[in-house]
């Protein structure tokens, strides 16, 4: 039978994060998330688009900077832990799905801003941003009973007949043989087992700029950004031998070995602050693009890999506006929308399985729309003290199959690429704030995406 395993695809959030332009297992059920920097931003439910009034501005909406004014410099360190979501048994519809944690593997620096003013009207600043830096992986292989060899869990199948071309239970199919006396109307669609990893970073280089006119605020970012992802799939054979093997890396040879890809790119924003307590905030961010070939091997000669899709990861476009309103001096509440283009995934999607590529559009993502609410309230002590505490929805945008499933490509393409799940994301925090000196600490938590920050401000 044909190689029935499809490649699958991310998207790094997420970041995050993340990309889904070709089918690979090692990416599959990623979603990755798009949040800004800070741990108050993080604290408050990623609401900040209207309010912006720290050096994180400089990333998040670059117009906020010039409420700054004082020269500011401002560093965060995250931890993180991820679910990436395989499907690892069951028979079609009734699959079962296991998250495999992907994590940092260390409290990491994920942003550091300078941020100056000059004169009353115009402020600069320049910054680094990692909101990707994490590896894992996870695996599909059937399991056995340690004392007895006796198969417990498949991999994932399906069964369907030509007579009947969509996925049917194992006894109709059965049945259908039975009836016309042939056992070729009743085909099973069982994955090769395989084990799957994944290594992804992108960082970010920014010079922003701010200009006030009253009460109007205009800013403009400039960003270098640089992508090095390595995601490759082992494929097992019945005898559990290696089969195949399928590398996407950020590299333009045809051996592959990983390096930097690079582009630039642009983000814009803007503030109005029509009363003293309250603000609106709008932003642009251009989404990166960057080269990942696909490379695969073939037993008996699997240290020889050959080019087989020139495929390009674009990082989602960014439109998001917010409001900031303050009802009485100690309490801040914050609302943003903002929409994510997750489609620009799936820009020129090559599908490595030949039968696939002609109708590669039925894999999609979706574009989403989230909404984030955070609330800051400051204690009016010596040392004021702020805690602060969020709300906000992630829309399912991992990359799904929706096209037919009539063929053994097109089942094994709905198994391993079903609809994703919304995520619901709660955040608390809280800081500590001086004249000079300011730290904030921060932690988001949802089903599949756990995050902890921690952010340090002086002024001078």
């Known amino acids: 039978m044909r190689r029935l395993a499809l490649l699958a695809v991310v998207a790094l959030v997420s970041l995050p994060l993340f990309a889904q332009n070709t089918d690979i297992e090692s990416l599959s059920g990623l979603q990755f998330n798009l949040g800004n920097p800070g741990a108050r931003s993080l604290a408050m439910g990623g609401a900040f688009l209207g309010l912006a009034d720290d050096a994180s501005a400089a990333e998040a909406n670059p117009a906020g900077l010039t409420i700054l004014r004082k020269p500011e410099i401002s560093i965060e360190g995250r931890n993180f832990m991820q679910d990436q979501v395989l499907t690892t048994s069951g028979t079609f519809p009734n699959l079962v799905r296991t998250p495999f944690a992907n994590y940092s593997d260390r409290i990491q620096l994920s942003f550091a801003s300078i941020v100056a003013p000059l004169g009353e009207h115009f402020t600069i600043g320049g910054y680094f941003h990692e909101p990707l830096n994490n590896s894992g992986g996870g695996a599909v292989l059937p399991t056995r009973n340690n004392l007895t060899g006796e198969l417990e869990t498949d991999v994932p199948e399906a069964f369907f007949s030509p007579l009947r071309p969509t996925p049917i239970s194992r006894q109709e199919c059965l049945d259908i043989a039975n009836q016309t006396g042939d056992p070729q109307n009743c085909l099973r669609v069982g994955l090769k087992p395989f084990v799957t990893a994944v290594d992804i970073k992108e960082q970010t280089f920014g010079i922003a700029g701010a200009w006030k006119i009253s009460n109007f605020s205009i800013g403009a970012t400039a960003r270098y950004q640089r992508f090095n992802e390595t995601s490759f799939t082992f494929r097992l054979d019945d005898n559990f031998n290696f089969d195949s093997t399928s590398v996407q890396a950020t590299s333009g040879a045809a051996k592959f070995s990983p390096r930097d890809e690079h582009d630039v790119t642009f983000a814009g924003g803007i503030k109005w602050a029509p009363l003293e307590k309250l603000s609106i905030g ?75 590529q002609p109708i590669s559009s039925n894999f999609q993502i979706d574009d989403i729309t989230e909404m984030h609410f955070g609330a800051e309230y400051f204690f009016s002590t010596k040392i004021p003290i702020a805690l602060r505490g969020g709300y906000w929805k992630d829309p399912a945008h991992a990359l799904a199959w929706r096209g037919p499933l009539n063929t053994s490509e097109t089942i094994a393409a709905g198994i391993l690429f079903p609809e994703g799940k919304d995520q619901s ?15 904030d600490a921060a932690y988001d938590s949802s089903e599949f995406f756990k995050v902890g920050s921690l952010s340090f401000v002086t002024r001078f």
Request: aromatic share 14%; no cysteine; hydrophobic share 45%.
């Open 282 to 356: 709008a932003v642009y961010k251009q989404g990166a693009t960057f080269n990942a070939p696909v490379f695969e091997s073939v037993a008996p000669n699997l240290a020889n890999f050959t080019p087989v899709a020139e495929s390009k990861f674009h990082f989602p476009d960014v439109f998001g506006a917010g409001i900031s309103f303050r009802p009485i001096p100690v309490l801040t509440l914050n609302l943003d929308a903002v929409r994510v283009k997750y489609s620009n995934l799936t820009d020129n999607f090559i599908s490595t399985i030949g039968e696939l």
């Open 425 to 439: 994301h709660w955040s608390v925090g809280g800081g500590l704030a001086w004249p000079k000196f300011q730290i």
